[in-house]
């Protein structure tokens, strides 16, 4: 290989020729372009300069490629330029479609030129540029040229970039070349082709499999990478077929294959047979794993086991022997496999973890690994295994390793304390303790935040627990840096601190986040001091003197939260309290803006009703996360807003135009099997009078195409006031149509059963153009699944910040309760789940949450029913056989109360 040390060009050529092309160079594009970056960086560095690509500018590049026209080729400086273009493009810069176009035509004449490294920069070149420009299929003679010559260099790059420029018609162009590629002596050039097989699937999969017989040759070589690629394509054509795949498995599984890598896959298929199948240990795929267990190649044997510990149906028996090869791991003096095995383990103790705890000795000698991922992982496996006794001396073992690891690891320690904290109930004290000193230790907003929500976790569960960790949060705001952390503890003392024997203690922390922190911190401390007043009426008249004076803040929205809660609170009137204060409305804000601009509209003579203003629906619970160190978080993109999706969707229609705000947009509900010819599910859209049902209908058929479809919708007592067709439903592209039905006047009748039929006009069509065959099309059916509307279709969940409070406001005036015996239900885990279906409302004040082993428990649910009406229920729950449950439902209308209360019996 050529080298050019005097433009710094070497490190970047070498890692794309050397690694560019390779099979796996997909799964780390973007980390080697870094690392080459880096090097070149360093490279350069070493001789005073800095990275030469670092500010390469894209004109100018291509005003450079004209050096590729020049005759006889300039080697070295098209090496250089078209290094340029190359690391520009891996670096994310987008060329437009006549640059791009014009740098390739460009690019092609350097096949002019011999230079290998020269010649296998241009094959990258038209592998990253084919995709924008036009006309590339004019290198197709000179890639094939170079597919079938001699110099084995060349070979291997050119048929990855043919394949990558060839489309699905001119596949049989090259058909006969790829074949000879397959089973070719050279082991690159095979391994090329079969690499090229699996990408052509994704296009032309009915060519490949025409290729099954070269591919099984393939299989057969001495060599381990084309073995393991070969068995690759054969799976992946294969997979649709079952009994193929499992013949293939049968065949592989008696014989003796060579490759490690290739074994490494095989394991992989037959563990997804496993599952798929629902087999037990006892079948030969399952022997065969363990037969691999005692496999000479490490990877192999890490492998099976893996496959082993993370099959579904593995009980602690059969996990016995693949934890006992990941045991022996844990002591190698490689640390490539003490990783592995650890993170293993570290997996199979969040579910079972009685199996895990004979490696518990291993473990703890690994808590002094020079590798600190090793000694995290080992430290947080043993916290989910060990015994309660053994929790204080892992405490002493965090602390002496805590400040050398980075904070993402901090993570995973805190995510297992916390674990442990509901495991050991009695060992709380002693964990919060730990998570004090790691609180006021340094660290950044993810890790502070990850050790605030482990405290919040116990002061939730456990309430003996709940002034020691407030005590432990009002310490650390008293230095947090962090805004979102200091207003997120603040409202947790708002809605805790007021329950606790001496709420006095919490003013002194709030009122010096007043004086001391940042505008929004302020404005935080404010409401909570607010709820403070309403809630503690021995601290009323105090909270009134500190909100009078910050009424003199500088800034408007501390000073107008003041006045506002100072205003409420003088009154003393417990309803304003309530409303304004301990359960403020949550509206939607975009809904309440259109509802405002209607009401513009009019003549403004009556009162706006806010209660026709949908409230905001409440976030999504957190997910716990297993931290088990596999991959970086990505950052998650917020989805956008569905409800003002639908808002939008049904206001373009002109027949649903004036129906009112929207109230309520169900879950898509499945009228039809996946697998069906005609897959339609449907969204009920809930307005004040009337119900919209959305028909998202798709045509699987390719030889049909569906015109004027519409679905018919029939139940006793309501009416269908409009049917919106579907124009055409061409396959494969979703569309959709509506009906408009009346919400009785009976309240009582507002639920029912609906028969529905898919009805359209069938013309049959070319499957490869889907253009119509003939002019007119025949009437046909086809019958779809009931449709149910229930009482969760008119409810709307909304948050109750303080179920007391709402609860006592609402009073006993349309109180119904009533006694029901659940006996279909064996769990009150169960029980919790079903009523909240039902009913369609929001838990509160964590009242989903049941405590482990509690044989009774008292859910709070709290809605809005269409129309504005409040609507709330506690359901105490009383575990014997089945679930007994004595509901209570209060409300701001008895019909509305007597409907929810029908909702479970």
């Given amino acids: 290989m050529k ?11 070498t890692y794309m020729l050397d690694y560019g092309d390779h099979p796996h160079f997909r799964l780390a594009k973007g980390k080697g372009l870094q690392v080459m970056e880096e090097h070149c960086s360093s490279s350069s560095t070493a001789k005073g300069g800095g990275n030469p690509y670092h500010n390469l500018d894209k004109t100018s590049v291509l005003q450079e490629a004209r050096a590729f026209n020049e005759t006889p080729v300039n080697v070295k400086k098209s090496t250089h330029v078209l290094t340029k273009i190359l690391y520009l493009l891996n670096q994310g810069e987008n060329l437009g479609t006549k640059e791009a176009t014009d740098a390739f035509f460009a690019m092609t004449k350097l096949f002019q030129s011999n230079d290998i490294v020269l010649r296998r920069l241009v094959y990258l070149g038209i592998k990253e540029l084919c995709i924008t420009a036009e006309d590339t299929i004019i290198v197709t003679s000179s890639l094939t040229k170079d597919m079938t010559g001699k110099e084995d260099q060349y070979r291997a790059p050119a048929i990855r970039a043919l394949c990558k ?10 058909e006969r070349y790829m074949k000879q590629a397959i089973v070719d002596k050279a082991p690159g050039v095979s391994s090329a082709a079969l690499v090229s097989c699996r990408h052509i699937m994704n296009e032309s999969p009915d060519v490949v499999k025409r290729w099954v017989s070269e591919v099984q040759e393939a299989l057969s070589s001495d060599n381990v990478m084309v073995q393991f690629h070969a068995l690759g394509v054969l799976h992946q054509i294969r997979k649709t077929d079952k009994l193929a795949v499992t013949k293939m498995v049968s065949k592989l599984t008696s014989t003796r294959q060579r490759s490690p890598y290739s074994i490494c896959l095989l394991i992989r298929i037959v563990a997804q047979l496993i599952e798929e199948d629902d087999m037990g240990s006892d079948n030969k795929l399952y022997e065969f794993l363990e037969v691999m267990l005692r496999h000479k190649a490490e990877m192999v044997i890490y492998e099976a086991a893996n496959a082993i510990v993370t099959l579904k149906k593995s009980s602690a028996r059969d996990l016995a022997p693949a934890i006992s090869v990941l045991q022996l791991f844990l002591s190698s003096p490689k640390p490539t496999l003490r990783f592995a095995a650890v993170r293993t383990l570290s997996k199979v103790a969040m579910t079972q973890p009685n199996a895990v705890t004979a490696c518990n000795l291993d473990l703890e000698n690994l808590i002094q690994d020079v590798n600190r991922s090793i000694a995290t992982l080992a430290i947080t496996t043993l916290l989910k295994t060990g015994s309660e ?10 602390s002496s390793f805590l400040n050398d690891i980075s904070d993402e690891f901090k993570i995973v320690v805190v995510e297992a304390l916390r674990a442990l904290a509901l495991k050991y109930p009695r060992k709380q004290p002693v964990l919060m303790n730990q998570l004090a000193d790691m609180l006021r230790s340094e660290g950044g907003l993810l890790y502070k935040e990850a050790i605030a929500n482990t405290i919040i976790t116990i002061i939730e569960d456990n309430p003996e627990a709940k002034e020691k960790g407030l005590d432990h949060l009002c310490e650390f705001i008293e230095d947090c840096e962090h805004t979102t952390l200091a207003v997120r503890i603040l409202h947790l003392l708002g809605r805790e601190g007021t329950k606790t024997k001496q709420p006095s203690r919490y003013i002194r922390f709030i009122y010096n986040r007043v004086i001391l922190e940042n505008a929004a911190v302020r404005a935080a401390a404010v409401s909570v001091l607010a709820k403070f007043g309403a809630q503690c009426e021995s601290l009323l008249s105090n909270v009134l003197v500190l909100l009078k004076r910050c009424m003199m803040d500088t800034e408007d929205e501390v000073r107008d939260r003041a006045t506002y809660f100072h205003a409420i609170l003088t009154t003393k009137d417990i309803a304003l309290y309530n409303h304004y204060i301990l359960n403020p409305p949550q509206f939607a804000l975009p809904s309440l803006e ?14 706006f009703d806010t209660r026709t203003v949908p409230e905001s629906a409440p976030p999504p619970e957190e997910k716990k996360s297993h931290f088990v160190m596999d991959t970086p978080k990505q950052e998650e993109h917020k989805a956008p807003n569905t409800h003002e999706k639908y808002v939008e969707q049904l206001s373009a229609i002109p027949q649903f135009a004036m ?22 599910r449907c969204i009920k859209h809930t307005f004040i009078n009337h119900i919209v049902l959305q028909f998202d209908c798709t045509n699987t058929l390719n030889d049909q195409l569906l015109e004027d479809v519409t679905v018919v919708v029939e139940g006793e ?9 579907r124009a055409s439903l061409p396959y494969s592209q979703p569309g959709s149509c509506y009906t408009l039905l009346g919400i009785p006047e009976d309240i009582m009748a507002t639920t029912g059963t609906f028969s529905t039929m898919l009805k359209f006009k069938v013309r049959d069509c070319d499957p490869t153009t889907g253009e119509p065959e003939t002019e007119e099309g025949y009437e046909d059916d086809y019958t779809l699944e009931d449709l149910e509307i229930s009482v969760a279709d008119h409810v709307q969940r909304v948050t109750r910040s303080n179920f007391g409070s709402a609860w006592e406001e609402l009073g006993a005036s349309n109180e119904l309760e009533d006694t029901f015996a659940l006996s279909s239900m064996g769990s009150l885990e169960e029980a919790v789940t079903q009523i909240t279906q039902f009913m369609g409302m929001q838990p509160c004040d964590r009242s989903d949450r049941i405590p482990e082993g509690k044989s009774s428990h008292t859910l709070y649910l709290a809605g809005m029913y269409r129309g504005g009406h409040s609507v709330l229920v506690r359901a105490k729950l009383a575990l014997s056989e089945g679930v007994t449950m004595q509901l209570t439902v209060r409300s701001d209308s008895p019909e509305v109360s007597e409907v929810i209360a029908s909702a479970v019996g």
């Fill in 3 to 13: 080298k050019d040390e005097e433009d710094g060009t070497v490190s970047l050529v």
């Fill in 165 to 174: 420029i060839t489309d699905a018609t001119m596949m049989q162009a090259i």
């Fill in 389 to 398: 006794g053994s929790v204080d001396r892992l405490m002493n073992s965090i």
């Fill in 594 to 607: 259109r509802a405002l601009m209607q009401y513009l509209k009019t003549s403004c003579e009556t009162v």
């Fill in 659 to 680: 129906l009112g705000p929207l109230f309520k947009s169900s879950q898509p509900v499945e009228l039809t099997e996946s697998e069906t010819e005609y897959v339609v």
């Fill in 717 to 725: 007592g309501w009416d269908v006031l409009h049917t919106i067709p």
